[in-house]
């Protein structure tokens, strides 16, 4: 006979230790879309620890609509090898460009970095960062629906060698870093640049571009690295994405 309380028991037992596990890791990795995804599973996949904390339920960000709700992405031959790794079925459109749906890409994502080992954390939100000896060392995170309604209820503290600014267009991660400590991050003009309009070759190419450590502590990858350094929009083609996670965790990796 089932127990109702045996049943929430576990789950409270096992979300438990989950966080507590996820307290003290290598990698905190915020946002859960194609390029924080892919960037989890390299880390994950190399023996290191890391954890996602995504704001919304669903995790896959802007790639689960397609183009305009037409829920097929494209995907050029740069990033092909990626998509392979993922198992995902990429049908050959035209010489160099491929079609997928974007549920099966999504559901590929989600699936081998969560077995590769990514522990993912949805209606999760990033409220701040720790800041210690001037660099970036870890997250300040509060549940979604605390973040949404405003409730006056103090945050917990996750710690992290490196964290991973993977939020989209908005990079929320380096726009509360300079909101509320006033440094200067590695951009010419030492703040977020902003993001250019639509370009898709120029896109897709600043996103891997852009890439990189922007300030002690602080990567950023997918349109939050374009959004901060100044790169192009692209739309719904996101072979860029996947390379520009892939580049994030080998660039981590060096570091750790």
Same mark, same amino acid.
């Given at each position: ?105 999504? $559901?590929?994502?989600?699936? %081998? +970095?969560?077995? !590769?080992? #990514?522990?993912?954390?949805?209606? @999760? ?65 030492? $703040?977020?640049?902003?993001? %250019? +309009?639509?370009? !898709?070759? #120029?896109?897709?190419?600043?996103? @891997? ?48």
């Amino acid at each position: 006979m089932l127990n109702e309380i045996t049943i929430t028991r576990a789950i409270l037992d096992t979300y438990t230790q989950k966080l507590k596990d996820a307290l003290d890791i290598d990698v905190a990795i915020v946002g859960g879309g194609p390029s924080g995804l892919v960037a989890g599973y390299y880390l994950a996949k190399a023996g290191r620890k890391v954890a996602m904390f995504e704001r919304k339920l669903s995790i896959g960000g802007g790639m689960w609509g397609g183009g305009m709700m037409f829920n097929e992405i494209v995907v050029q031959d740069a990033a092909k090898s990626i998509v392979d790794e993922f198992g995902m079925n990429a049908v050959r459109y035209e010489e160099g460009y491929y079609t997928i749906d974007s549920v099966e890409a999504v $559901s590929c994502l989600i699936y %081998k +970095s969560a077995r !590769a080992g #990514l522990k993912i954390f949805n209606l @999760v939100s990033m409220e701040d960062v720790v800041f210690r000896n001037g660099r970036v060392g870890g997250l300040v995170i509060n549940w979604t629906p605390v973040d949404m309604n405003r409730l006056h209820v103090d945050p917990l503290t996750i710690h992290s060698k490196y964290v991973l600014d993977a939020t989209g267009h908005p990079a929320e991660t380096v726009a509360v870093l300079l909101k509320k400590m006033g440094v200067k991050i590695d951009t010419p003009t030492g $703040s977020m640049i902003g993001e %250019k +309009s639509m370009d !898709a070759e #120029l896109g897709e190419m600043h996103t @891997v571009e852009n890439t990189k450590e922007c300030f002690p502590g602080l990567f950023v990858s997918g349109m939050a690295a374009n959004a901060v350094y100044g790169g192009y929009r692209m739309g719904p083609i996101f072979g860029g994405m996947l390379l520009s996670g892939k580049k994030a965790a080998v660039s981590i990796l060096e570091k750790l």
